[in-house]
């Protein structure tokens, strides 16, 4: 199905809902699902972004943003996944716990607005990945639009491109509870120091990174194409004095550079020795 028919199928699907409240993080998926249903729904679109430890500072003021650049109301709530037991000991189905908590608030949030129907951006390239979470999305009726109407990332970042939104090539986006590695304990002071040293990168031009905590080793990850950059010698003193000011007493690169679920790649394995 060419992008244009899938566009057709998307817009359908929102109309016939009448009305919905989304989960909005301000990345390029849950943007594009946002713009698409306010030209499709009008004013009965409702974004709901959650605040939370794990959810970078500044993608929670660029969502704001965002929200008001696309005229449809927001609603902020606060979110701490840390309380959620079971959910700190960062188990393989760690996301299942989040994603319970978070739409269990957004759907409370959309009642009291009125709407039924609460949507999120996966899309159907994240069909392709591990993702517990989704078990959560199916019990609480939470539907996917981009991913029911077959549209991959790449389709989502063309189409973003073509009506201007400024999401099309934004980096993707992954909660910072993803950078440990299963069963190693998540604390706000660790969310915090991983948060830190990505914060010292992109500052530096690094468009994709990923700082995985791996106890005392900072486990980076960028773009292939950017691993000599980082080595540099003053970035790299600069990436060795933040890391350790943050609390890391080690540093490496990985080099394989940045791969979207490397904390999934040991999974199998696991599983294999049981």
Known sequence: MTPSRKMQKLRRMLKNTGGMAIAFSGGVDSTFLAAVAKEVLGDRVLLVTALSPTYPAREQKSAERLASRLGIRQEIVVSNELKIPGFAGNPVNRCYYCKRELFRIVSDVAGRHGLTVVADGS????????????????????????????????????????????????????????????????????????????????????????????????????????????????????????????????????????????????????????
């Open 123 to 274: 899309n159907s390239d994240d069909l392709n990945d591990f993702r517990p979470g989704r078990k959560a999305l199916k019990e609480l009726k939470v539907i996917s639009p981009l991913l029911d109407a077959g549209l991959g990332k790449k389709e989502i970042r063309n189409l973003s491109r073509q009506m201007g939104l400024p999401t099309a090539d934004k980096p993707s986006l992954a909660c910072l509870a993803s950078r440990f590695p299963y069963g190693s304990r998540i604390t706000e002071k660790k969310l915090c120091a991983v948060d830190v040293v990505e914060n010292m990168l992109r500052g530096q031009g690094f468009r994709q990174v990923r700082v995985r905590h791996h106890g005392e080793t900072a486990r980076i990850e960028v773009e292939p194409v950017e691993i000599p950059r980082i080595v540099n010698p003053a970035i790299r003193r600069k990436l060795l004095k933040c890391a350790k000011k943050a609390g890391f007493s080690y540093v490496a690169v990985d080099l394989e550079g940045y791969r979207t679920g490397s904390m999934n790649e040991t999974l199998g394995k696991k599983r294999g020795k049981k």
